[in-house]
């Protein structure tokens, strides 16, 4: 039986350790760091914190400090113990992220120009650095600071696209800092080992829901939540990821591309149009099985004490996919949920289906399965080996089936 890595953290459990930098520039968006420095250091990430003088007058340091529980510099020398500190940060490090990125630090750091403490760390730095712009709309434009985040990224910064909206100064477009989380998502990415990178994944996720009238439809208890732990482990892990998910509470991971979708045959053919070039198939989503034979155009109204509904079978786009891998070769991972005959059915699956690797997942208890945040899975491989897994978060057990993913495209599975 294949080792279990249990060292292995999903999500925000493998920035566990790392250190990171947030430098503060003086935006009015600096209170959304705030979010940012919490949301690091609830994931077990050694966070320090650089500020502007500007900065400083949009929060104060003790806002930092108290969150980050470490000393903000704000001043190269009004401050004891960081004579130093502008060289060894930024060497030190795993990552510098500049939010917000006002165009003023944005010139700065393009043009090497020193002149306080966050600005001259980031020039001595060896860690990675990752710029979050944040400004006007007619300021980002401007083609003095585009023609600035276009040498960045020729000299490997990472800019993060800013989001569009309301701006604080009462206008409309692009300037917003990205939200927290979506920086914390990118961040996540640039210090996780990049072992797919070059890769096409599809990931499908959720469940499809099918028409009885315009008001009732049929539908199954699928959250989404492993489906979409997939898709974001595989794009932290370098990848580039397709999600095509049925209707969820979730939101899309980011920097994926994603297709949302209701019915069986609308998932069918998002995969489809999509399946070209793809070195991974993992068939998350939960698919109905079947259909109503006729949708009603209009509400079926109270009358009868019964009522009949003739359903039909809808496409199994895993046989499918099974079918197609016998031309175009690719890894192709299926899930089974089960209630009972857990390993039967599943290998069952596995052959019919022509699969690489299926996930036998029992649904049956209150800490695993559909609405639950951990699972607890057998892998079942083509060769007839089991490897049971224990219980781990569904981000945990998304790693670890794209570990195992990635060993069939290097031949090291039968």
């Not at 060289?87 to 090497?112: M, R």
């Not at 403490?117 to 007619?138: D, G, I, W």
């Not at 009885?212 to 482990?233: C, E, F």
Request: hydrophobic share 40%.
């Amino acid at each position: 039986m294949r080792g279990i890595d249990h060292g292995l953290r999903g999500g925000r459990e493998k920035m566990k350790g790392k250190k990171v930098i947030v430098g503060v520039s003086g935006g009015i968006a600096a209170y959304k760091v705030a979010e940012l420095v919490r949301l690091f250091v609830k994931a077990d990430v050694h966070t320090r914190v650089a500020m502007t003088s500007n900065a400083t007058r949009f929060v104060s340091p003790l806002t930092f400090e108290a969150l980050s529980g470490n000393k903000v510099v704000s001043n190269m020398f009004d401050q004891a113990g960081t004579v130093m500190d502008h060289i060894s940060w930024g060497q030190e490090s795993d990552l510098i992220i500049i939010a917000p990125a006002t165009a003023n630090f944005i010139a700065k750091l393009t043009h090497g120009i020193g002149d306080d403490f966050l600005s001259t760390m980031v020039l001595a730095a060896t860690a990675r650095v990752l710029v979050c712009p944040s400004m006007n709309s007619q300021m980002f434009a401007n083609p003095s600071v585009q023609d600035n985040l276009r040498l960045l990224r020729e000299r490997a910064i990472t800019v993060m696209e800013p989001g569009e909206g309301s701006l604080a100064c009462n206008t409309e477009g692009p300037g917003r800092l990205r939200e927290p989380e979506e920086i914390m998502e990118l961040a996540s990415i640039l210090m996780s080992p990049q072992d797919l990178s070059g890769l096409k994944v599809l990931v499908t996720a959720g469940p499809t829901i099918e028409p009885i009238d315009p008001v009732r439809h049929i539908t199954n208890r699928s959250s989404g939540k492993m489906g979409y732990a997939l898709a974001r482990a595989a794009k932290q892990r370098g990848a580039s990821v397709i999600l095509v998910s049925g209707p969820t509470s979730l939101k899309p991971p980011f920097g994926v591309d994603f297709y949302g979708v209701r019915t069986a045959e609308e998932m069918r053919k998002a995969v489809f149009e999509n399946r070209s070039g793809c070195d991974m198939f993992i068939k998350a989503a939960a698919v109905s099985d079947y259909r109503p034979r006729q949708s009603a155009k209009q509400k079926i109204k109270k009358g009868k004490d019964t009522v009949s509904l003739e359903l039909v079978r809808t496409h199994d786009i895993l046989a499918e996919l099974g079918d197609a891998k016998k031309k175009s070769p690719c890894v192709l991972v299926g899930f089974a949920a089960e209630t009972e005959h857990l390993l039967a059915n599943a290998k069952e699956k596995l052959r019919s289906k022509n699969l690489d690797m299926i996930v036998a997942n029992d649904v049956s208890g209150d800490d695993a399965g559909f609405e639950a945040d951990t699972n607890r899975v057998k892998l079942i491989y083509g060769d007839g080996q089991v490897e049971d897994l224990p219980l781990m978060t569904k981000d945990q057990v998304a790693h670890l089936i794209l570990k195992r993913a990635k060993h069939f495209l290097e031949g090291g599975m039968s």
